[in-house]
């Protein structure tokens, strides 16, 4: 099956550090999702990115879909406390969103 | 305004024991979802729904049923069957096959 690579596993900043976070594929898809996890609920998505090379913003967020549809990545500027959270990856794939892969998330902690 | 509403947010229950987590939503989605979170294990699913009186398995459904009688309506239960039930339960719904996943705020359940 499709794998989906997520890193880092965790991410320990200081408040108003710059973050990055990637995920890579084994296959190529056409649709790459990021959504967030505030301890104890439900994600949210965050962006949507459906063309590759396709570069979006989103408040401090900025993603991209990268030019060989095998990756993405999310930056996050000038964080703040309630960054915190995990940040997972996920691939939307033909077909239905039954097949929907995610990766296993970066758990971001900013110190105040 | 509309969102997906899952209750109860801790559930406790006895080893042997049949347990049903409520999940439903207002946005008018067709497809409605069902995952197991676990620690470091990212998001897996257990039953999907495409539309109303239709429900398929997903990778982990064993020791699990759903139902789909209304189309705002998708409950989960989790049998004496399933192994290993303490998790994190997250509904999810989509507009159509092919969109992005919108998740309700999850059911942490413990069994002991």
């Known amino acids: 099956g499709q794998q989906l690579n997520q890193s880092p596993q965790s991410m320990f900043i200081q408040e108003g550090e710059d973050v990055s976070m990637n995920c890579t594929s084994s296959s190529i898809f056409n649709t790459w999702l990021w959504y967030k996890q505030d301890p104890g609920e439900g994600p949210v998505l965050l962006i949507a990115l459906y063309k590759a090379g396709e570069l979006t913003s989103n408040g401090r967020l900025t993603a991209q879909f990268g030019t060989t549809r095998k990756d993405s990545f999310l930056n996050i500027s000038a964080s703040i406390p309630s960054d915190v959270g995990i940040y997972f990856c996920?691939?939307?794939?033909?077909?239905?969103?039954?097949?929907?892969?995610f990766g296993k998330g970066t758990k971001l902690t900013v110190n105040p | 305004d509309g969102g997906i509403t899952q209750s109860p947010k801790y559930l406790f229950r006895k080893e042997g024991q049949n347990v049903t987590l409520s999940c439903e939503q207002n946005?008018?989605?067709?497809?409605m979802y069902w995952y197991r979170q676990d620690p470091g294990q990212g998001l897996r699913l257990i039953y999907y729904s495409q539309i109303v009186n239709d429900f398929q398995k997903g990778d982990i459904a064993e020791g699990y049923s759903v139902s789909r009688e209304k189309k705002e309506s998708f409950p989960l239960t989790v049998t004496s069957a399933q192994k290993n039930p303490t998790a994190f339960y997250l509904c999810?719904?989509?507009?159509?096959?092919?969109?992005?996943?919108?998740f309700g705020n999850g059911t942490r359940l413990t069994v002991t």
């Open positions: 946005l008018n989605h067709d497809a």
């Open positions: 999810a719904s989509s507009g159509d096959w092919n969109s992005p996943l919108h």
């Open positions: 996920a691939e939307l794939p033909q077909g239905g969103s039954e097949k929907l892969v």
